[in-house]
C-alpha cells in the first residue's frame, strides 16, 4: 500500500469518523470525507454519500484505494447495502477496507456480522474493528449523555456486569494503523480501554469529574428495549438487539480487556477518567 491513495472516510462527521480523518489527515494521507450531506471537513475533499443512495456512492469511490466503512445507524440488515458498494468498491480500485464493528457482534453475527463475514472474500488487504462501548456515550450525543444531562441519571439493563469501554481517538489510531500500515491486519481487532468497569464504576467517575451527582438505574432488557424505541426512536428490531446486549453484558460478555490498541498505536488506551475529564474540559 502507498500513501499516495486517497482514503475514503465514510460517516467522517460521526464519532470515529471525524477522528479517523483528522488523524489521517494529521498523518500527512488525503482524504475523502463522505457524510450525508457532503459536510465540508478542514483539509479534506467533502462529498455527499448516502447508504441507501447508490447514485452517491460512484463520486464517493472514484480515485480511492482505501476505505473506512461506518455501517448505517440503526440499520438491522447492513449487508443489504453494504456488501453490493463494496462489491462496486472493488471494481472501482479500491484495494483496502476497514471495517468499523463491535465487540458484541462475531464474524457472521447479526447486523454488521455479515458484513465482517464477506469482507474477506471481497478484499486482499482488509481489517475489522470490534471496539468495545465508546466512552463518549457518556459525552456525546447518545442517549446516556443526553440523559445525564437532562436528568443526571442514564439506565441500562447491564446489572452488575462490566464492559472496558473504550476511547474513540483510540479506535480512530487504530483505523489509521489499519488503513495505511504497509502491511493489512487482514483480522478482525478487538479493541477495549484498559479497564472493565460496571455502570455504577462509570457513574461515581462520572460525578466525581462533574461535579454533579450521577446515578444509574438498572432496568430490565424489555424496559431497555422499550425505553430506546420510545425516546431515542430506535426502530424496534434494532432496540431489540441492543437490549439483548445489555443482558450479554450482565452475564459478563465484555469483561476483558485487550492489547490492540497499545500494540498497534504505540501507546497504551486511555482509561475512562481521563477521558471524561478531558471531555468535561472541552464542554465548559
Do not use: C, K
Not at 18 to 31: C, D, F, P, Y
Not at 110 to 122: M, T
Not at 173 to 192: E, I, Q, R, S, Y
Amino acid at each position: 500500500m502507498t500513501s499516495t491513495g486517497t482514503v475514503l472516510v465514510i460517516g467522517a462527521t460521526g464519532t470515529t469518523g471525524s477522528r479517523t480523518a483528522a488523524q489521517l489527515l494529521a498523518a500527512g494521507h488525503r482524504v475523502r470525507a463522505a457524510s450525508r450531506r457532503g459536510a465540508p471537513l478542514p483539509g479534506a475533499e467533502p462529498v455527499r454519500f448516502d447508504w441507501y443512495d447508490p447514485a452517491t456512492h460512484d463520486a464517493a469511490l472514484a480515485g480511492t484505494d482505501r476505505v473506512y466503512l461506518v455501517p448505517p445507524v440503526g440499520d438491522p440488515d447492513p449487508a443489504a447495502v453494504m456488501l453490493p458498494f463494496l462489491e462496486r468498491a472493488r471494481t472501482l480500485g479500491v484495494r483496502r477496507a476497514v471495517l468499523l464493528s463491535s465487540s458484541a457482534v462475531p464474524e457472521g453475527g447479526p447486523a454488521v456480522g455479515a458484513v465482517h463475514q464477506a469482507l474477506p472474500s471481497l478484499f486482499d488487504e482488509w481489517a475489522v474493528l470490534r471496539p468495545s462501548w465508546f466512552m463518549q456515550n457518556f459525552t456525546g450525543a447518545h442517549l446516556h449523555a443526553t440523559t445525564i444531562r437532562a436528568t443526571g441519571a442514564f439506565a441500562t439493563a447491564t446489572g452488575d456486569g462490566r464492559v472496558a469501554y473504550v476511547d474513540a481517538d483510540d479506535i480512530a489510531a487504530v483505523a489509521l494503523h489499519a488503513l495505511t500500515g504497509p502491511d493489512a491486519p487482514n483480522t478482525d481487532l478487538v479493541l477495549t480501554g484498559p479497564d472493565a468497569l460496571t455502570h455504577d464504576d462509570i457513574a461515581t467517575i462520572l460525578t466525581e469529574v462533574t461535579g454533579r451527582p450521577v446515578t444509574h438505574q438498572h432496568l430490565t432488557a424489555a424496559e431497555v428495549r422499550d425505553r430506546l424505541t420510545e425516546q431515542a426512536g430506535v426502530p424496534p428490531e434494532f432496540a431489540a438487539l441492543l437490549a439483548d446486549m445489555d443482558r450479554a453484558i450482565a452475564h459478563g460478555a465484555e469483561n476483558r480487556t485487550t492489547d490492540t490498541v497499545h500494540r498497534l498505536a504505540g501507546r497504551p488506551p486511555r482509561d475512562f477518567r481521563t477521558v471524561a475529564e478531558r471531555e468535561n474540559a472541552l464542554a465548559l
